[in-house]
């Protein structure tokens, strides 16, 4: 029994020809394109991460500064 992958799916899905072609063996002739892509992709995914994280970042500050302000709102008030 053949195993098929998701990736399979979706390349079958996106276009059958490519997919028959791939099925067959036959390597494809834009490798520039699909190379451009792929790090256009990589450079991308690079991004994102980096915007979660100065996300991440900024909303631990905001905690960091919220809790020092409270804290320094009770010591005036215990004052």
């Given at each position: 029994m053949?195993?098929?992958?998701?990736?399979e799916?979706?390349s079958?899905?996106?276009?059958?020809?490519a997919?028959?072609?791939?099925a067959?063996?036959?390597?494809?002739?834009?490798?520039?394109?699909?190379?451009?892509?792929?790090?256009?992709h990589r450079?991308?995914?690079t991004?994102?991460w980096q915007?979660?994280l100065?996300?991440?970042?900024?909303?631990?500050?905001?905690?960091a500064?919220?809790?020092?302000?409270?804290?320094?709102?009770?010591?005036?008030?215990?004052?």
């Amino acid at each position: 029994m053949r195993i098929i992958r998701a990736s399979e799916l979706g390349s079958f899905l996106y276009c059958e020809r490519a997919w028959w072609y791939n099925a067959q063996g036959i390597a494809s002739e834009n490798k520039a394109e699909l190379a451009a892509g792929s790090s256009f992709h990589r450079q991308h995914g690079t991004s994102v991460w980096q915007a979660r994280l100065a996300t991440w970042f900024g909303l631990i500050l905001l905690a960091a500064s919220l809790i020092i302000a409270a804290v320094a709102a009770t010591l005036l008030l215990i004052r």
